[in-house]
């Protein structure tokens, strides 16, 4: 098989992903948006349409209780790199903090709460997501459309997968990109 990483080439999780990652094999896409290259990106790309671009980060920013567009154009740019990590993807395992948990819901923070967001919205992609913080591993189950704490470390489902996270990385998260791996290629 060959797998391949879809990420944002930003510090932190989106660059361990893939570095860690070559240590098995792991090709990396670290997507940019033309003019925006991030500190390792690789893989630029043209937003084919903006009208449906804007559209789609419309509906995920209301879903999320957030506002698009920003008042930033590199960070408008960094959420629309985000649709390309996921849309290439089959599973998404993200890295972020859990701010609150309100009924099945979780509220995840920052920037990688909106490519989570994206992957939940598409349903039809599995999703993990590790808060590096509480260290807490959650699976969105797309039968009851709710998220289920899971214990055990997930493997690497698919070769087409999202590798993406916080830019404030610690050791927690770096270990579990490494057991994710580590329990995928035994």
Not at 80 to 103: G, L
Not at 107 to 118: D, L, P, R
Not at 135 to 156: A, G, M, S, Y
Not at 169 to 175: A, I, L, P, T
């Amino acid at each position: 098989m060959s797998y391949v990483c879809h990420s944002g080439g930003a510090n932190g999780y989106d660059f361990l992903w893939g570095e860690i990652g070559k240590n098995y094999g792991i090709k990396t896409n670290h997507y940019y948006i033309n003019g925006f290259k991030t500190p390792h990106g690789n893989a630029p790309m043209d937003i084919i349409n903006p009208k449906d671009v804007n559209s789609f980060l419309k509906d995920v920013s209301k879903r999320l209780g957030r506002t698009y567009p920003t008042r930033s154009e590199y960070i408008n740019n960094l959420l629309k790199r985000n649709i390309f990590q996921v849309k290439f993807s089959d599973v998404v395992y993200a890295i972020t903090e859990s701010s609150k948990k309100e009924n099945d819901n979780v509220i995840f923070s920052g920037g990688t709460a909106w490519a989570i967001e994206m992957a939940r919205k598409s349903r039809s992609r599995k999703i993990y997501v590790y808060d590096h913080i509480n260290d807490v591993l959650w699976f969105f189950d797309n039968h009851v459309n709710k998220w289920v704490e899971i214990d055990d470390i997930p493997i690497i489902e698919s070769e087409n997968f999202a590798g993406i996270g916080s830019r404030k990385s610690n050791k927690m998260g770096e270990n579990f990109i490494r057991e994710v791996y580590k329990n995928t290629f035994k």
